[in-house]
């Protein structure tokens, strides 16, 4: 039996959005997860990448929350920065026609922001632990109404050192908090942070997901051949390497072949990076060549092709890189480029034991409805606008919204946020605003500001 979103109880504006992200069937993780999800258990929740985590936990908790109730309900925390806004960012898409905010509490930008965000209570947060260790023991953080805490990449908040922030976190979280952690791995250690009983999920994850198609090359000229495979199947693609340094070159090299690539690794400034995910999620590049550390937590959809340069360090590492691709149930291709000693090695045979060998890329059994070139979620979707004018200027939101209304639809205005010096708008369903508006008698400038955490 085919499980579909439509089968799930969803209030009209979620079902409206998951169908125009593409989300048409629901994983295994969903379908075991979200029913016991929706009955009040704490979960602890294992499935590999690209299962579809981040809709199993933001879709039971939207479809519950209040709109416009402004009492934060949920609080997710993750590992890192990109993860952090990337589940704000899918938050938002879910909920654009709901009116409930999720602000996201990073460190290293945006801080008096997102302090502003925060009195106005917004109905999910989202960060990493520790900002929001240090922003709830300023109690700066109402955790009066709290519902929910979720652990997202759970495995890796403990791998990246950041157990005692979490402990800390949740020790200072009311009573009776409905606590679910996702993660990749199983970590025995994780279950002493369950205040009580749980139960578990375990999606079995020793096999590729069977929707992704499986190659492998032969190569003496790896960066040529690359950029051969990157010019031939033009898909938003995920290249992998083992070492930094190689992602580097890697990228260089396929720009040098007029390959639109960039490189994504842990020695990047975290503006770079997010920036990095920004321009690839907009389309304005298809290509990104990453290391398995700096890639873990990454969700992103519309990945077609997943290549990895040389062998794998194990089977675990080449199963997590293929779920980059084939979100929701989707075709996609996973093609290892292995020299001629890599394929006889013992490791080599088990892993391309699964895949069928190449000589031509004619061969390949290519899917006509892949998306090429396209965004990770349509990002025109909701833009967000900053306007000069805010609490300074005895801005509230009737005036603000009276003003947008001479110009859209009531229905196409999302979250507002009135700062001291300026108002931060969401506008949805693709609307544009003008470079102007007249607000209280004054023409305020109006400008395009998609980069703000909102």
Same mark, same amino acid.
């Given at each position: 039996?085919?499980?579909?979103?439509?089968?799930?109880?969803? @209030?009209?504006?979620?079902?409206?959005?998951?169908?125009?992200?593409?989300?048409?069937?629901?994983?295994?993780?969903?379908?075991?997860?979200?029913?016991?999800?929706?009955?009040?258990?704490?979960?602890?929740?294992?499935?590999?990448?690209?299962?579809?985590?981040?809709?199993?936990?933001?879709?039971?908790?939207?479809?519950?929350?209040?709109?416009?109730? @402004?009492?934060?309900?949920?609080?997710?925390?993750?590992?890192?920065?990109?993860l952090a806004v990337q589940i704000k960012t899918l938050s938002e898409y879910f909920s654009f026609g709901l009116k409930i905010q999720t602000a996201c509490m990073i460190g290293g930008k945006h801080y008096n922001h997102q302090l502003n965000m925060l009195k106005h209570h917004p109905e999910i947060?989202?960060?990493?632990?520790?900002?929001?260790?240090?922003?709830?023991?300023?109690?700066?953080?109402?955790?009066?109404?709290?519902?929910?805490?979720?652990?997202?990449?759970?495995?890796?908040?403990?791998?990246?050192?950041q157990r005692n922030e979490v402990s800390a976190i949740l020790e200072a979280l009311p009573a009776g908090i409905q606590t679910v952690?996702?993660?990749?791995?199983?970590?025995?250690?994780?279950?002493?942070?369950?205040?009580?009983?749980?139960?578990?999920?375990?999606?079995?994850?020793?096999?590729?997901?069977?929707?992704?198609?499986?190659?492998?090359?032969?190569?003496?000229?790896?960066?040529?051949?690359?950029?051969?495979?990157?010019?031939?199947?033009?898909?938003?693609?995920i290249v992998f390497f083992n070492r930094q340094s190689d992602c580097i070159k890697a990228a260089r090299a396929l720009r040098g072949h007029d390959v639109p690539a960039q490189a994504y690794h842990a020695g990047l400034k975290q503006t770079k990076r997010e920036q990095i995910i920004r321009d690839f999620s907009n389309g304005e590049f298809s290509v990104i060549c990453a290391s398995d550390a700096a890639a873990r937590g990454l969700d992103l959809a519309n990945i077609g092709l997943v290549v990895h340069c040389g062998l794998p360090f194990d089977r675990e590492t080449y199963i997590h890189r293929c779920g980059r691709a084939a979100h929701q149930g989707g075709t996609a291709y996973s093609i290892l480029l292995l020299s001629e000693e890599e394929i006889q090695s013992e490791k080599g045979k088990q892993l391309i034991s699964g895949c069928e060998k190449l000589a031509s890329l004619n061969e390949m059994d290519l899917n006509p409805e892949l998306p090429v070139f396209e965004p990770e979620i349509p990002f025109s979707l909701v833009n967000t606008y900053s306007i000069s004018a805010g609490k300074r200027d005895h801005i509230r939101k009737t005036d603000i919204v009276g003003a947008l209304c001479e110009l859209i639809p009531f229905e196409d205005i999302g979250t507002i946020f009135?700062?001291?010096?300026?108002?931060?708008?969401?506008?949805?369903?693709?609307?544009?605003?003008?470079?102007?508006?007249?607000?209280?008698?004054?023409?305020?400038?109006?400008?395009?500001?998609?980069?703000?955490?909102?």
């Open positions: 039996m085919v499980y579909t979103f439509n089968m799930m109880t969803l @209030r009209p504006e979620l079902q409206e959005a998951s169908d125009y992200l593409g989300y048409k069937s629901l994983t295994p993780v969903q379908k075991a997860s979200i029913p016991l999800f929706m009955e009040g258990h704490d979960l602890y929740v294992q499935a590999g990448t690209g299962a579809g985590k981040t809709a199993a936990f933001l879709l039971p908790i939207l479809n519950q929350l209040t709109p416009l109730e @402004r009492k934060t309900r949920a609080l997710i925390i993750a590992p890192t920065r990109e947060i989202t960060g990493t632990a520790g900002r929001l260790l240090d922003l709830i023991r300023q109690d700066l953080i109402d955790l009066s109404d709290l519902k929910w805490v979720v652990l997202d990449e759970a495995d890796m908040l403990l791998s990246l050192g952690m996702y993660s990749a791995t199983m970590d025995e250690s994780l279950t002493s942070l369950f205040p009580g009983e749980y139960r578990r999920v375990v999606i079995d994850e020793t096999e590729v997901n069977p929707h992704i198609k499986q190659y492998y090359i032969q190569t003496d000229q790896m960066l040529e051949d690359l950029a051969f495979l990157m010019r031939e199947l033009p898909f938003n693609c009135i700062d001291d010096k300026y108002t931060d708008v969401q506008i949805l369903n693709e609307k544009t605003l003008p470079e102007q508006i007249k607000i209280k008698g004054k023409i305020r400038k109006i400008r395009l500001n998609n980069s703000l955490p909102f």
